[in-house]
């Protein structure tokens, strides 16, 4: 079956593109990686090493170093592309404007939110988390990272090609991302109270089905807009 003109088909083309560029310059990702390490082991340098302390504020500290990290890498998500007009090219291609944009949102969290995921129990030994907060760590970080690309990813698309951008994209996004750090960190903490965690479980699944049944357009819409 030809896959030109469908969604998949623009997901399949964007995604390997952009996971090739990725591999092929993995600058960027690195920066990333070395951010959120870096935040991550200078909070215990800077409050001190008590066992006790560093067990309450790890999930908080881990979370906050994702989120920035994440926030990083979304400038370029859309702006390399628009300034050599590739974009135009995805835009004007027969398959669906979402298809393309899902593909290249899944590409970033691949190169970034997964990384950051897969790094989280590492860091979380560092401040004395049980296993147990561990697995909730990573359990939260894996439904709130892909919100954190379609949320950028929004973002992004409305501040491409605007004068000040990277200060628009940060008061764009930082204010969204505030619910998806609450939630997250949230679920370790009430894993280690001994409390329930799937309340703020399913809050991040239900933000991960809202954004990525909306944000799709909402991009697509953005991106129109920014080549007119």
């Known amino acids: 079956?030809?896959?030109?003109?469908?969604?998949?088909g623009g997901f399949a083309?964007?995604?390997?593109?952009?996971?090739?560029?990725?591999?092929?310059?993995?600058?960027?990702?690195?920066?990333?990686?070395?951010?959120?390490?870096?935040?991550?082991?200078?909070?215990?340098?800077?409050?001190g090493t008590e066992p006790p302390l560093l067990a309450r504020i790890g999930p908080g500290v881990i979370w906050v170093g994702a989120l920035l990290a994440a926030f990083l890498s979304l400038p370029s998500l859309f702006s390399t592309d628009f300034a050599?007009?590739?974009?135009?090219?995805?835009?004007?291609?027969?398959?669906?404007?979402?298809?393309?944009?899902?593909?290249?949102?899944?590409a970033h969290w691949l190169s970034s939110g997964l990384p950051l995921t897969l790094l989280a129990p590492?860091?979380?030994?560092?401040?004395?988390?049980?296993?147990?907060?561990?697995?909730?760590?990573?359990?939260?970080?894996a439904l709130g990272t892909p919100i954190l690309s379609l949320l950028g990813g929004?973002?992004?698309a409305l501040a491409l090609g605007a004068r000040g951008g990277g200060m628009l994209l940060a008061l764009l996004a930082l204010p969204l991302f505030v619910p998806v750090l609450v939630f997250g960190a949230g679920a370790a903490e009430?894993?280690?109270?001994?409390?329930?965690?799937?309340?703020?479980?399913s809050l991040l699944g239900a933000g991960l089905i809202l954004a990525a049944m909306a944000t799709p357009f909402a991009i697509g819409t953005a991106?129109?807009?920014a080549l007119d």
């Open 1 to 8: 079956m030809n896959a030109a003109g469908t969604f998949g």
């Open 13 to 47: 083309c964007t995604f390997a593109r952009d996971t090739k560029l990725a591999w092929r310059h993995p600058d960027e990702a690195m920066l990333t990686l070395a951010f959120y390490l870096l935040v991550a082991a200078l909070f215990p340098l800077a409050i």
């Open 84 to 106: 050599d007009g590739t974009l135009e090219q995805m835009v004007l291609s027969p398959h669906p404007i979402a298809g393309w944009v899902c593909g290249k949102v899944a």
């Open 122 to 141: 590492l860091l979380g030994l560092q401040y004395g988390l049980p296993t147990d907060v561990l697995a909730m760590l990573v359990a939260a970080l």
């Open 154 to 156: 929004a973002c992004a």
């Open 190 to 201: 009430a894993q280690s109270a001994g409390l329930s965690a799937a309340p703020h479980l």
């Open 223 to 225: 991106l129109r807009i």
